[in-house]
């Protein structure tokens, strides 16, 4: 951590001596630079658990025909997992299928409905490991069955190739969804539903990997071919428009992301009226572009109304109320109220670790938005602790250059930066750096948060000038971006490195843009409570009194 000492010898760097006001005010920056985790640095939050995808796979469900002890476990194990109890679906599952295995042999497509609802469940509970073989079995059973050209073989390999996309072995996944879209397209034809959903998930994929352009073209294909079957206002339609929405979300477009998820809800509405848990999905992933935008008043209004009705629906310990739980937290913790922050954030968790088990995907996004409340509130020794778990997981889950990595890697060379150990910081803010130009490009707003952030310790090596080169590769980013919380810290960042090398002017410069910035975003929370108001503003005071100071010096 940085000694009082040090703070003081940098901001006497910064003032002109003959000012005492000026002096305090910067020190005063300075001690909350120093006792907390990077306060005007950008800590990467995980947004992973946000529900923005929709996923148009099916468990195949019996027909009632079929009455027999197996048909009845099948279908109560679903019922479970529609209400998150995982733990129980799978017991019955299990009995299910060793059921119809005894009664009809291994080979018997009644045993591939099985596995298949069975590996679906350990998918959801991000037992990939356990899902996989199961998914296997399966495939191979409609290969000899069905034959290796039949659409039952294509779902299966449409199955294995998400779980390879969720467990971010793109390799893999590519060439069963490119076998799965030539089966459908061969057997059902070019422009039937089951084309335009492989082409779905062909297009996150691409979209994961960064061709955004590809990912496009196949979104709006799918879409175009829904829209013919189902018209403009079918539920299918919804899926594709948000998954295209979900595109630009990504890209940083969120005018054009909102106007996609606003048709998203309205389809849905339409569909199942306003309690149903699909619109609460949709007002999630609005409330997520509101966030983005620093539009934090409308993003509080719609997750508050997504958690009532997934509450409503669910019951208070669904994974989906955890997501719901865990957007909020985001929120709280952006408004500076780190003490409700922290209580939502302990609530998902339990949830995810109930129904998901401990070495889940959501727990880790969990684990390292804790971490990074922690940090924030100098308790460094837990946030490495969360951050060690949340990489661990994701590790596991994926490899070890996905993006999820990065993000733990950046926050915990972060907590190492707060607390002096710049050489052990380095290397992980180089990593994270590294993966994340490899997968999205030099231009994304996540390379810009790393190139921020490995400035910052640059600056304070002293290596000024290559702290001001990445400080303003990222600025050029970030001014694009349409993220205010992103823009508005590397502004600061840039005056105060300036104001460091003794150059006011350009200091100011950059210093009245920060606040411009953030007034922008205080005009978007003046709906909301006036404590969160107070809070939101008491995490920033420092960029106000920094300009502050820099007039003052020069008697303006």
Request: glycine share 6%.
């Amino acid at each position: 951590m940085l000694k009082r000492g040090d703070i003081l010898k940098v901001a006497h760097v910064l003032k002109k001596s003959t000012c005492n006001r000026c002096y305090f005010l910067l020190f005063a920056a300075l001690l909350t630079l120093g006792s907390t985790s990077r306060v005007h640095a950008t800590i990467d939050t995980d947004t992973s658990s946000l529900p923005a995808i929709q996923d148009s796979l099916k468990e195949k469900v019996l027909d009632t025909e079929h009455t027999g002890t197996s048909d009845q476990l099948h279908n109560l194990a679903l019922q479970h997992k529609s209400r998150g109890e995982y733990s129980t679906a799978v017991s019955l599952l299990q009995r299910a299928l060793s059921a119809d295995e005894k009664t009809y042999g291994p080979d018997h497509p009644r045993v591939a409905v099985r596995s298949t609802s069975l590996a679906l469940l350990y998918h959801d509970m991000g037992s990939n490991d356990r899902a996989e073989p199961l998914y296997g079995r399966a495939l191979s059973r409609h290969k000899t069955v069905s034959g290796p050209s039949h659409p039952d073989t294509a779902g299966a390999l449409t199955n294995l190739a998400k779980l390879y996309y969720d467990w971010g072995q793109y390799g893999k996944a590519e060439p069963l969804y490119q076998r799965a879209l030539a089966i459908y397209e061969k057997q059902n034809g070019p422009a039937h539903p089951s084309v335009a959903t492989v082409l779905n998930y062909l297009a996150m994929l691409y979209q994961s990997l960064g061709n955004y352009s590809e990912a496009k073209s196949l979104y709006e294909r799918g879409l175009a071919i829904d829209e013919a079957v189902y018209g403009p206002h079918h539920p299918a339609v919804a899926r594709d428009v948000s998954n295209l929405a979900k595109l630009y979300y990504d890209r940083g477009d969120y005018g054009q992301a909102e106007s996609l998820y606003d048709r998203v809800l309205a389809i849905d509405e339409q569909a199942y009226g306003p309690r149903h848990t699909a619109v609460a999905r949709d007002m999630s992933n609005i409330a997520g572009v509101h966030f983005a935008r620093g539009q934090y008043a409308r993003a509080k209004l719609l997750y508050e109304r997504s958690l009532a009705i997934d509450e409503t629906v669910y019951g208070p310990r669904h994974p989906a109320v955890g997501d719901d739980l865990n957007n909020l937290a985001r929120l709280y913790c952006a408004l500076g109220n780190y003490q409700r922050a922290q209580s939502l954030y302990e609530q998902a968790l339990l949830i995810f670790e109930e129904s998901c088990g401990p070495v889940h995907t959501r727990v880790a996004t969990v684990l390292n938005n804790l971490a990074q409340l922690h940090a924030l509130l100098d308790d460094y020794e837990k946030a490495e602790s969360y951050y060690e778990q949340a990489l661990f997981i994701y590790k596991k889950v994926f490899d070890e250059k996905h993006p999820r990595v990065a993000t733990v890697l950046n926050n915990l060379a972060g907590l190492h930066y707060a607390i002096g150990e710049y050489n052990r910081a380095k290397p992980l803010y180089e990593e994270a750096l590294s993966i994340d130009e490899a997968f999205y490009g030099g231009e994304h707003p996540r390379v810009s948060i790393r190139l921020n952030n490995l400035a910052e310790l640059y600056l304070a090596m002293g290596e000024y000038d290559r702290a001001q080169n990445l400080y303003e590769q990222a600025l050029t980013i970030a001014e694009t971006s349409g993220q205010p919380e992103l823009l508005w810290n590397l502004q600061f960042n840039l005056g105060y490195l300036l104001a460091m090398e003794q150059n006011p002017y350009a200091a100011i410069f950059f210093g009245k843009q920060a606040v411009n910035t953030i007034q922008d975003m205080r005009e978007g929370i003046v709906e909301i409570e006036k404590d969160l108001q107070s809070s939101f503003l008491d995490t920033k005071w420092y960029v106000y009194r920094f300009l502050a100071g820099l007039l003052i010096d020069l008697g303006r």
